[in-house]
């Protein structure tokens, strides 16, 4: 039985920065991703990794300040957030799939089969 463990979230200044972790354990899962949601809006895409090559997909709104990596040996995938500004604040979910997919599926929730439980990350102005 697969499962991801979040941690790393906080509350931080505007222009701080934070990193959060993610723990893999279980099964050996092609993709890693980052969704996020805040209060009374829908979940969204933050970031996708490849396991295998390391190929990294971000969402417009994070890229240049947002960084993916992973490292296999730990089964670890974390997310360097820099430059946060009060629009990151929100639940952030550690997200792996196990499943074949399009790779244009990589932004999509339902790509993902395994979730975490969340991580708050809150950004005062």
């Known amino acids: 039985q697969g499962r991801l463990v979040e941690s790393g979230g906080g509350l931080v200044q505007a222009g701080g920065s934070l990193r959060l972790s993610c723990a893999a354990s279980?099964?050996?899962?092609?993709?890693y991703a980052w969704f996020r949601q805040a209060p009374g809006k829908e979940r969204e895409f933050v970031a996708a990794?490849?396991?295998?090559?390391?190929?990294?997909y971000s969402a417009d709104s994070v890229k240049g300040r947002f960084t993916i990596s992973r490292d296999n040996a730990q089964n670890t995938v974390n997310l360097q957030m820099n430059s946060l500004k009060p629009d990151d604040t929100a639940v952030y979910y550690c997200?792996?799939?196990?499943?074949?997919?399009?790779?244009?599926?990589?932004?999509?929730?339902?790509?993902?089969?395994?979730w975490g439980q969340g991580t708050q990350v809150t950004v005062s102005s």
């Open positions: 279980g099964p050996t899962f092609s993709t």
């Open positions: 997200a792996a799939t196990t499943q074949a997919y399009y790779s244009g599926s990589v932004y999509f929730g339902n790509t993902y089969n395994y």
């Open positions: 990794i490849r396991r295998s090559v390391g190929a990294t």
